[in-house]
């Protein structure tokens, strides 16, 4: 199984980024598909998940209005927008597949490598 998180860059705050989630070696549309970030010297935390079918979405309150995620089950893809891109969101942002539709770590057992969003103020 292989997750491929690509997207990420340098932007100014105030802009947007489209971050994408490759999948492959899974029955993709089985999976419930989480974003992830890490901040230096910060712990792992939920922003972002779409369920099975992309009907269902759970976004983090600190970043609710401003991302916004979805899904192409035919491209075994999913998609995660940033707009109004603030300082505090440069992290190291992650995707993660798992049979359970959740917001915590634990609930997803395939994880990509990160993709890094640095943003400028």
């Known amino acids: 199984v292989q997750l491929q998180a690509s997207g990420g860059g340098l932007v100014q705050a105030g802009g947007s980024l489209r971050l994408s989630c490759a999948a492959a070696?899974?029955?993709?549309?089985?999976?419930?598909i989480g974003w992830f970030r890490q901040a230096p010297g910060k712990e792992r935390e939920f922003v972002a998940a779409i369920s099975w079918s992309g009907s269902s979405t759970h976004i983090a309150d600190s970043v609710k209005g401003r991302f916004t995620i979805s899904r192409d089950n035919a491209k075994n893809t999913v998609y995660l927008q940033i707009d109004s891109l603030k300082p505090e969101d440069t992290a190291v942002y992650y995707c993660?597949?798992?049979?359970?539709?959740?917001?915590?770590?634990?609930?997803?057992?395939?994880w990509g490598q990160g993709t890094l969003v640095t943003v400028s103020s």
């Open positions: 070696g899974l029955t993709f549309s089985s999976y419930a």
């Open positions: 993660a597949g798992g049979r359970v539709f959740g917001t915590v770590r634990n609930d997803y057992v395939y």
